[in-house]
């Protein structure tokens, strides 16, 4: 199932594909097509099968680009890259860019090569990829004053790192971000910060309380503000579960009391207590399917009794008393 930060981007290209082209000038210094627009990203064949891809652009009949985000080697991506190149060019006529995007380097190298499939009569299928590697000196130049909007992709190649130069990177993309128009300002931040570790996060938030970081810059103050945001909404989820939780489990122990009491076995002020004291669904639930046809209290509740415990011997036996030692 693909990640968070794997379905950010997407969305991120999807919705501004402008983006790609930014990207890919940016590190390569070709231009793509400004025509480029999100097609639909499964491909079918005549025989009922799908492909499905991360992102596919067109533009015009003629123009296209496939878009991989690839976080891990994928073996299977071996068969599928071609194939999907393959058909597109069957499609269209015309032969279009696959691009994968990575933040890890052992990937980047994989990518280049995993393509190429050779017989042991020498027939050769190949795919040769645009691979971009987002690593530590492509990161740095993704964050531009001229184009903010390119900082998502540098905060993105950081979801696999936690140290000081990832975290500088994080709060730079952040303040970058400021310089956006307001319609894409918010969205780029709550995009940034989907895309990062729970580690991560909670460096930035120790960072940001860090009172030798005064006076506070209205960037520093903005993340600042938006992780206290996002602390608090975690906060409240995990107290509403919580909540949810203690809710069902006194519904379960009162449907329990009540079933006692209507089958003619009051519970002790004891067993009450134990009851309600039980705050195990899987245990309440065990506990009202013997009620149901338990003679005693103790019996639906699964309580030894005294005799249980321990087993009279028959009269007449006893123990055997062991010999002297000599």
Known sequence: MPSTPHEVLIVALREQPGLLGALVSRLTGVQLPRSLKPADATLRFVRPAELRLDLVLQGG????????????????????????????????????????ITARRAVARWAERVACVRTRLGTTLQLKPVVLHLGAAESKALLDERRPELALFAAWAMQHRHGPAARAVVERAFELTERLPRALRRAQQRAILSVLSERMLELLREASMNPDKIPETPAARKLRLFLEAQGRKKGRAEGEAKGRAEGEAKGRQEALITLLRARGLAPSPDDEARIRGCADAAKLDRWIARAATATTVREALGTRTQGARARPRPPGRSRPTPAPRS
């Open 61 to 100: 009949r003629r123009r296209w680009v496939l878009v991989e985000l690839q976080r891990s080697v994928d073996p299977a991506k071996r068969r599928r890259w071609p194939l999907a190149a393959s058909l597109l060019f069957s499609q269209t006529g015309a032969l279009g860019d696959v691009i994968v």
